[in-house]
């Protein structure tokens, strides 16, 4: 089946197709050192809260895969380096088990290696809340990522074309399903006119999936043979544009969730100084579940010690000093911000304390 072997491919080309080439934009964000942070390592809090739902620190695994049976074992092994990790995790998208209930195990054994974790169940915008209610059910997930990919779909030969309607989708599941949804792009970012949209529309959290990270409109061209112009190639919002972007407009209610290219420990606290929640990855994971699940988690346990590192530097012993934490962006990234309203902003300012 088409939608089967996808999964496959996805699976080695985001293991083999560069990042980019358009960039994060995190080079242009800048953390001001503190060098009285009146703070030890020990004092540092990671915990934070996506949707509602509270979580021991901000590191999440991102939608990766499902639905084919030859990937069932690498979504039990993402499972397992989750809950060894101690990280929220999604999966991918679930509409091929609801097209084909032989392969409904590929997600929930997830559930099984994994049954006290916060878990997202994830499909696309165009699914009816039956569909959505049952992909919830499957995996028994905390919350509903719902997917938004035009670039990648319009690459895809096989693709959708029509986009219509997915917001009052979105807002109608909103209403009736039970647990939160969180909209999330797949790696060409968010506007704010969007953001606010979603916003109105009632969504629990926000990932805005920028551009910088993998790439999968790069990975849709390879898997088919196709040139792509470069101005494709570099399409979209780079993924810290676009954390400013959401933030300028989210209620306070609504979380925010940073991914697309987060690479570093400096990305991920950039992230959360720039408002975010929560920072999620795919791309890096696959790369080192590769190797091994071993890989996997030592990355992950390594990234949650040094963004403690760097809150200490920041003097930031929580998420809420954090965001509160002052920042200077330069470059292209404040051209940007600048040509749109959004910065500087009154962090960028000194402080008179
Ligand atoms: C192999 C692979 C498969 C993916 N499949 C899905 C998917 O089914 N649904 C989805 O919402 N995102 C999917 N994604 C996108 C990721 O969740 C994420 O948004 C994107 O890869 C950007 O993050 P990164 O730069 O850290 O990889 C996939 C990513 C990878 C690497």
Not at 55 to 78: E, F, M, S
Not at 198 to 224: Q, Y
Not at 242 to 259: D, G, H, N
Not at 312 to 317: I, K, M, N, P, T
């Amino acid at each position: 089946m088409l939608r089967q072997s996808r999964k496959m491919a996805h699976l080695r080309h985001a293991q083999t197709q560069p990042d980019g080439p358009c960039q994060t934009g995190f080079q242009d964000v800048h953390l001001l050192h503190n060098c009285l942070p009146g703070i030890g390592m020990a004092d540092v809090s990671l915990k934070t809260a996506v949707a509602g739902l509270a979580l021991p620190h901000p590191l999440i695994i991102n939608a990766i895969t499902g639905g084919a049976p030859d990937v069932a074992q690498t979504n039990r092994a993402l499972a397992q380096v989750a809950k060894a990790a101690g990280c929220a995790m999604a999966v991918g998208s679930q509409y091929a088990s609801l097209e084909d209930k032989s392969v409904r195990h590929t997600f929930s054994c997830v559930r099984e290696e994994y049954p006290d974790g916060v878990l997202f169940a994830n499909l696309g915008a165009h699914v009816s809340l039956d569909e959505a209610q049952e992909a919830v059910e499957m995996l028994e997930a905390q919350a509903l990522q719902i997917h938004l990919n035009v670039g990648q779909e319009l690459v895809m030969q096989e693709g959708d074309r029509d986009f219509a309607g997915y917001l009052d989708r979105i807002a109608s599941l909103v209403r009736h399903l039970s647990v939160p949804v969180i909209v999330k792009e797949t790696g060409c970012g968010m506007g704010a006119e969007q953001v606010r949209r979603l916003a109105e529309a009632g969504v629990a959290a926000i990932d805005v999936g920028g551009a910088g990270g993998t790439n999968f409109l790069a990975i849709e061209a390879a898997r088919s043979g196709q040139m792509l112009a470069s101005e494709l190639m570099a399409w979209g919002i780079p993924t810290a544009i676009s954390t400013v972007e959401a933030k300028a407009v989210l209620p306070p209610a609504v979380s925010l969730i940073a991914s697309g290219g987060l690479r570093t420990a400096s990305d991920m606290v950039k992230s959360l100084a720039l408002g975010a929640h929560a920072v999620a990855v795919a791309g890096p994971v696959v790369q080192r579940l590769a190797v091994s699940a071993e890989q996997a988690v030592q990355w992950l346990a390594a990234l949650r010690y040094e963004i403690q590192q760097l809150m200490v530097l920041c003097g930031a012993e929580n998420l809420a000093a954090l965001h509160a934490a002052p920042l200077v962006i330069t470059g292209q990234t404040a051209e940007w911000l600048r040509a749109r309203g959004l910065y500087p902003d009154s962090r960028s300012a000194v402080k008179q304390s």
